[in-house]
């Protein structure tokens, strides 16, 4: 039997989304006659940007008898809502892809997932990071998504730039430099100082949000509370922040902003943030500088950004085929090879330790070793607890950071106006 993958349109899934099941019987795929197939066609929920085509085609060429309709339904937000609706009383997917900053709202509701061991037996954990599986495992231990990647933070820099004004160009050395923040921050104040020019493309995403995820306790209490306004660790990568803009070294370019690309190709700034998912991007927006970045391990520990999983709906009618999927594509080897095509940082253990991983190199970042940063980054990531409103606490966080880089906002009074931002999103 020939595979096939079909992509239906974005509207065609939130409609499907957002449709009532006449009957929840038939959704269950109790009574229709494929629900135990492996092979049978099941329907596949992603985000844009991940590279889920890719994916697909990987597990189509590994099981040919397989059948795939991929709906890829826009953003990670959208995503989010339109499981949100589906899981209400919609038609649910036999897969889904949930972005990390909106599982926790997913997590607390375990009863809507199946829980994965019940497929895959009570050690299914055991194979990856311990926090990036933590994040998708219920208080009652239900583990209701499998971590698909992680996204391994280091910062990229522009090694030409940085012999032009006499610092140091090796990232074994450059890291030794700015292994504190403080340090990062004088080595900013050289640069700039020889240079005439900013050092590093902005202080909300390169360094706040490097930051503020190497704490121990973020914006929740490891029970649940909310601990954003009074937790010493945020305010302190708040004003690492702040002090950063102060010395004077931001270009004040914002990520994703029009003059970002630009930036990275004509020198606006030596440095921004890398997370391991966001290096092609920095290749085919300066592809001219190719040779010229370097990779190095941000200062302090560790560090994440980003990172999925990918879950079962209870109510899916392919459960068995959908766990196919997980099983060829989410394994460690399977992990290890397709970060090998894409870049993608795998979350199973033992690929991040492999040779592949490790040894990885991209001729456009030099000699930099990309796999070593990347893999040590996440192993090296603290743990700590991410409530509901976590992606809403950190947009006003970095809202205010932002409003101050623009001239709108005080530099002393930027906390205040990102504890506001954050009490007018979420209460």
Not at 156 to 170: E, I, K, M, V
Not at 308 to 315: E, G
Not at 356 to 384: C, P, R
């Amino acid at each position: 039997m020939k595979h096939r993958m079909i992509v239906p349109s974005v509207a065609a899934v939130v409609a499907l989304a957002l449709g009532v099941l006449s009957a929840c019987s038939s959704a269950s795929g109790s009574s229709s006659a494929t629900a135990g197939d492996p092979n049978a066609e099941f329907t596949f929920w992603s985000f844009t940007g991940i590279g889920a085509k890719n994916s697909v085609s990987e597990y189509l060429a590994k099981n040919p008898s397989a059948h795939v309709k991929l709906s890829e339904v826009g953003s990670t937000t959208e995503t989010a809502t339109a499981l949100t609706a589906a899981l209400a009383g919609g038609v649910v997917p036999d897969l889904v892809m949930i972005q990390g900053d909106d599982l926790p709202k997913f997590v607390a509701n375990p009863s809507n997932f199946v829980d994965l061991r019940t497929l895959g037996g009570k050690d299914l954990a055991s194979a990856y990071l311990p926090w990036a599986v933590g994040a998708a495992t219920a208080t009652n231990g239900s583990v209701i998504g499998v971590p698909t990647d992680v996204g391994g933070l280091g910062l990229a820099y522009r090694a030409d730039l940085f012999q032009a004004a006499g610092l140091p160009t090796d990232p074994a050395e450059v890291e030794k430099m700015w292994s504190t923040w403080d340090g990062f921050i004088e080595m900013g104040k050289k640069y700039t100082a020889a240079t005439g020019k900013p050092f590093v493309d902005n202080v909300e995403t390169s360094v706040f949000f490097s930051t503020v995820n190497q704490v121990t306790e973020k914006y929740y209490s490891p029970d649940g509370k909310r601990v954003y306004d009074t937790n010493p660790q945020v305010k302190n990568a708040f004003d690492i922040a702040v002090k950063t803009y102060q010395a004077g070294i931001s270009a004040n370019i914002a990520a994703w902003s029009s003059g970002w690309d630009p930036g990275k190709a004509n020198g606006s700034f030596a440095v921004t943030i890398a997370p391991s998912w966001l290096l092609s991007g920095l290749k085919s927006a300066a592809p001219a500088t190719a040779g010229n970045w370097r990779i190095a391990t941000v200062p302090g520990v560790g560090g994440n950004w980003g990172g999925s999983v990918i879950a079962i709906p209870a109510r899916a009618a392919h459960r068995d085929a959908a766990w196919q999927y997980i099983k060829t594509m989410e394994s460690a080897q399977n992990q290890t090879e397709h970060f090998t095509k894409t870049g993608t940082l795998p979350a199973a253990k033992d690929s991040l330790t492999s040779s592949a991983v490790l040894g990885y190199t991209d001729k456009f970042f030099g000699d930099s070793q990309i796999g070593q940063v990347m893999s040590e980054s996440v192993q090296k990531f603290n743990s700590f607890y991410n409530g509901p409103d976590t992606s809403a606490i950190g947009s006003g966080l970095l809202n205010a950071l932002a409003d101050m880089q623009a001239g709108n906002v005080k530099p002393e009074d930027a906390w205040t106006k990102g504890l506001k931002n954050v009490k007018d999103a979420v209460g």
